[in-house]
């Protein structure tokens, strides 16, 4: 048979009839028919008789035709994401058509939407599994007595936070460029070799000449290492270390605040106050 869409002869089996006409079409047409409609528009069309939103997919005749398909065809045709976010959609429309779309919520974890009176702010989901209690306005966690705006300014600096420690974590560590391998120093010089054979300096981590390792490191007495652009061959390594945290810190939270200015600019930006140092030195300060 040939598909109403791209025209092509495939098995009749492999078709999707509309359920009034019989208008088939192949399922990769109609694969890319909904996903189109379902991701690209987020509603299932309108509907040519009475001019409202349509609670199912339309045929794509071309001749007018207004029905639509079954399920169990729809469904075979279809993933199964792309079939939950379907059946997502048919459930709102028919809820929005009722009239009861603005007292409905939906739990934010397993999807189960109920009608809640204009009173009450906290979702109590229902299902056995779930159980999860959320904000009707927000969606988040239930967070009574503070007001949404409060739970997603405080969210931002939690967010933040974790991002700079868990930068300063992994740049205590040392990774070998060849091996990967991950090591810290606790005496010694900065020519450091793994156990892989790589040598590689310990305070830029830069791997260092096979033949000669330590034309890397400053060899000129009483250098204060300003201009000589080398480093040197022993330092303090608590220092070291505290050095490169601080560096990574701040990276951490350059490209944290810069994500922020692109959600929201400046004012989100602004409300967040991220101190490295204090987080180093007073990790247990919120």
């Not at 035709?65 to 976010?85: I, M, T, V, Y």
């Not at 209690?133 to 939690?158: A, T, W």
Request: hydrophobic content about 25%; glycine content about 8%.
């Amino acid at each position: 048979v040939e598909c109403g869409i791209c025209f092509d002869d495939v098995a009749k089996e492999e078709c999707v009839p509309c359920k009034e006409k019989g208008h088939l079409f192949c399922m990769d047409c109609i694969l890319q028919y909904v996903e189109s409609q379902v991701f690209g528009s987020g509603n299932l069309g309108i509907d040519r008789e009475t001019k409202k939103p349509a609670l199912e997919i339309k045929c794509c005749d071309g001749g007018g035709c207004n029905s639509g398909f079954r399920d169990e065809h729809l469904q075979k045709a279809l993933p199964k994401k792309l079939w939950e976010k379907y059946s997502e959609l048919q459930t709102t429309a028919q809820i929005q058509r009722a009239g009861l779309l603005g007292n409905v919520s939906t739990c934010p974890k397993c999807g189960y939407q109920a009608e809640l009176a204009e009173t009450q702010m906290v979702f109590e989901c229902p299902v056995q599994d779930c159980q999860f209690s959320s904000c009707k306005k927000c969606g988040l966690e239930s967070h009574i007595p503070l007001r949404c705006e409060e739970v997603v300014k405080q969210n931002r600096q939690d967010n933040g936070r974790l991002k700079i420690e868990e930068a300063l974590s992994e740049a205590k560590m040392r990774v070998c460029p060849s091996c990967k391998k991950k090591f810290i120093k606790s005496d010694g010089c900065n020519k450091m070799t793994c156990a892989c054979g790589m040598k590689l300096c310990y305070v830029c981590n830069t791997p260092l000449a096979k033949g000669n390792p330590y034309v890397h490191f400053c060899q000129t007495p009483h250098c204060d290492h300003s201009s000589c652009g080398k480093c040197k061959l022993y330092t303090n390594d608590e220092e070291d270390d505290e050095q490169a945290m601080r560096d990574a810190g701040l990276a951490a939270k350059k490209e944290y605040e810069e994500d922020l200015q692109k959600e929201g600019g400046g004012d989100i930006t602004a409300e967040v106050q991220l101190d490295v140092d204090q987080i180093m030195h007073d990790p247990s300060q919120p």
